[in-house]
């Protein structure tokens, strides 16, 4: 053997590699995040920069679901797609995450949100300055605030709109419990996105008309911040008597009893395995949370 051979210095490829999972889990949820926000929020830009010409509540309704859909394909197998911190913080308090890994998850969801949000202006400013003459507006007919984050309904009370977003949250978590409850009906492997995206369509669709259905802490609030900053004003955070902590709050409620009425209900009570057979754990087979995901 020649000196030196065999002793090659690592390819530029190799050098890239992250070595820790944790490293990979918490970018996966940043560009998850962000995959998320740039086609979802970018389904109601179009809508409502268009007039209602190149969109509506059907394909902002479908879009964003697709969106979430598209980003746990591209996520799912490494950090799960979990994408939403009010879906983090269920896998942990139940269990199916550690309790160390939320705040870098959590981090990465709302870093992914705002960086998504910062590339939908950029890629609409254009047609954001044209709409309203240049300028960025909160309310009223010509607001665009809207398309990056969730504002109530006039009517909306803060106390029905945070039962609002509790409710909404359960149903999503209770229902992201049984798509992954290997001991249910479950869903074919690989097809869980798209159930998914069904599911957030059909939440959508019924308990969407209040305040547009956020459920999702990273969602609203870093959109909501970007747009504070890129020019709408801190107004957005008063708007609707205060109304931005309730899509950042409700949802981590929601997501609690929502995988609490799993559990309790239906979850528990399924019948032990039979403890004579007992098979060799799959080393392909991810942990419970890297299955568990959502918007």
């Known amino acids: 053997m020649q000196p030196g051979k065999g002793r090659k210095g690592k390819s530029f490829k190799q050098r890239l590699v992250l070595k820790s999972s944790l490293a990979k889990e918490t970018i996966s ?75 870098f998850y959590v ?40 398309i990056f984050a969730t504002y109530p309904a006039p009517y909306l009370s803060l106390t029905n709109a945070f039962a609002d977003q509790v409710v909404a949250t359960m149903f999503l978590l209770m229902i992201v419990f049984a798509i992954f409850d290997s001991r249910n009906l479950g869903v074919p492997k690989g097809l869980e996105p798209i159930v998914i995206g069904l599911l957030i369509i059909a939440i959508a669709s019924s308990l969407g008309l209040n305040s547009g259905c956020a459920m999702n802490p990273a969602r609203d609030l870093s959109p909501r911040l970007f747009t504070a900053l890129a020019g709408w004003g801190f107004e957005v955070f008063t708007a609707g008597n205060n109304f931005w902590w309730i899509p950042v709050v409700g949802p981590l409620v929601g997501a609690v009893i929502g995988g609490l009425i799993y559990v309790l209900v239906i979850e528990i009570h399924h ?10 754990p799959s080393e392909d087979k991810p942990d419970k949370y890297e299955l568990s995901v959502i918007m």
């Open 29 to 103: 949820e940043f560009l998850g995040t962000f995959i998320m926000i740039v086609l979802g929020c970018g389904s109601v830009a179009q809508a409502i920069l268009s007039r209602g010409h190149f969109g509506g509540i059907v394909t902002i309704n479908v879009g964003f679901a697709m969106a979430v859909v598209m980003a746990i394909y591209v996520t799912g197998g490494v950090s799960g797609g979990h994408i939403n911190p009010a879906v983090s913080f269920a896998m942990c308090l139940f269990g199916r995450m550690k309790w160390f890994k939320f705040p």
């Open 107 to 146: 981090g990465a969801q709302f870093l992914g949100a705002f960086a998504g949000a910062a590339v939908l202006f950029g890629i609409y400013y254009d047609g954001l300055m044209a709409f309203a003459g240049g300028k960025l507006l909160i309310v009223g007919e010509n607001a665009t605030a809207h």
């Open 271 to 280: 019948p032990d395995p039979d403890p004579d057979f007992e098979t060799e």
